[in-house]
């Protein structure tokens, strides 16, 4: 689908197959502790941001749902199962998971939710021991490594006819 309007954000699967654009700013950034969110991302939490329907596209092919309750669909890619997004069944909104953006970082979430839900050991993690991918792969392995995930950008056609661009 065509879209004459500038994305402010993309994202997608990590497959290629689904990729969306979100064309305003998205607004309140959070992570969700519930227990639902906990099964439907298959994490300990997920974080998402909202956005309207008019300000958001399926850009390329399009998600497979799951209502996960009375009140909320979820989306997910049907060739690699990442989740995408949330919904409310009156489509009053949209929820995406921060995680499928290409540029998740520009999204920090300012609150999180359920928090009672939570698994009672998300707050230690700041203090784990913390290392740098480069202490757990070797050089070599991360050289000779093929990544099969779609970039982080849009792309023409997918898979690309040389192989990664
Ligand atoms: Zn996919
Ligand atoms: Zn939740």
Partial sequence: MMDARKP???????CGAVRY???AAPANPLICHCRTCQKAFGSPF??????????F??????????????????GFC??????????Q???????????????PGKLSPVKQICVDKGVPWFT???ALDALQTSEILSPEFH???????????????????????
């Fill in 46 to 55: 997920a974080a998402l941001v909202t956005t309207s329907h008019d300000q």
């Fill in 143 to 165: 050289d000779n490594l093929k990544n099969y995930q779609h970039p982080d950008h849009d792309t023409l056609a997918w898979p690309s006819a040389g192989g990664q661009s």
């Fill in 21 to 23: 654009a979100v064309y």
């Fill in 89 to 103: 069944l009156d489509r009053t909104q949209i929820q995406i998971s921060i995680g499928s953006f290409d540029d």
């Fill in 124 to 126: 230690t993690l700041a």
């Fill in 57 to 74: 596209a399926w850009t390329r092919g399009a998600p497979a749902w799951f209502a996960s309750s009375s009140a909320v669909e979820r």
């Fill in 78 to 87: 049907p060739q690699c199962g990442t989740p995408l997004s949330r919904q």
């Fill in 8 to 14: 402010v954000h993309t994202g997608g699967c990590q």
